[in-house]
Structures are given as C-alpha cells and as structure tokens.
C-alpha cells in the first residue's frame, strides 16, 4: 500500500520555524520527485517546493524562496521541507506528493494526508 505521512505541523509565530518531514512507503522512493504543496481556506491549492528523484534539484515558488529548504533522505524514504521566517500567509494545510516528473504542474498520482500550519501575526 502506497503511503505518504506528513508531520511537523503546528501553531507558530510569525518569524518563527517548523520543520516537515513526508515518510513514505509502498513504492520506489528513490525513483519518484516529491513535492509540497499548500492549500489556504478559499484558495487553490499550490506548489510550495519539489526535489528531484535523479540529482536532488530543487524548485521552489517565488513566495518561499530563501525562507524555505527541502531535502530528501533516500535511506529513510523521507523528505523534508525547512521553513524559516513564517509569514500568516504561509497558513495552510500542507501536503507532500510523489510524481514522476519534478515540475509543479505534473501529474501527482501519490498524495498525503496533509498536515496544517498556522502562522499568528
């Protein structure tokens, strides 16, 4: 059974850190990007950062860069998303995915539960 875990969410002041992590299982970890993605109340949902499965490149939207680092294990099936310098609207549920291609408008087939972050001002 295929599954992705996220974890490390929670309340946090602005300026403050968490760190996620996406366990996953159930399938070639090592072949597949992951990617997080973020959905607020009332908007769509969008990519926040994606890595690579081949040389661990990285992509990130203009809105975290420079605040937000991910990283992925491959001997732990997990990977991480830093984020630093929380912002309200970094509020969000969070969700990390597996997908073969690492760019945000691929097509996901593997998808979390979601774990929410909330930024107070």
């Known amino acids: 059974e295929v599954q992705l875990v996220e974890s490390g969410g929670g309340l946090v002041q602005a300026g403050g850190s968490l760190r996620l992590s996406c366990a996953a299982s159930?399938?070639?970890?090592?072949?597949?990007?992951i990617g997080w993605f973020r959905q607020a109340p009332g908007k769509e949902r969008e990519g926040v950062s994606l890595?690579?499965?081949?040389?661990?490149?990285?992509e990130y939207a203009d809105s975290v860069k420079g605040r937000f680092t991910i990283s992925r294990d491959n001997a732990k099936n997990t990977v991480y998303l830093q984020m630093s310098s929380l912002k309200p609207e970094d509020t969000a549920v969070y969700y990390c995915?597996?997908?073969?291609?690492?760019?945000?408008?691929?097509?996901?087939?593997?998808w979390g539960q979601g774990t929410q972050v909330t930024v107070s001002s």
């Open positions: 995915a597996a997908g073969w291609t690492p760019d945000f408008g691929s097509y996901y087939p593997y």
């Open positions: 159930g399938f070639s970890f090592d072949y597949f990007a």
């Open positions: 890595i690579s499965s081949s040389d661990g490149g990285t």
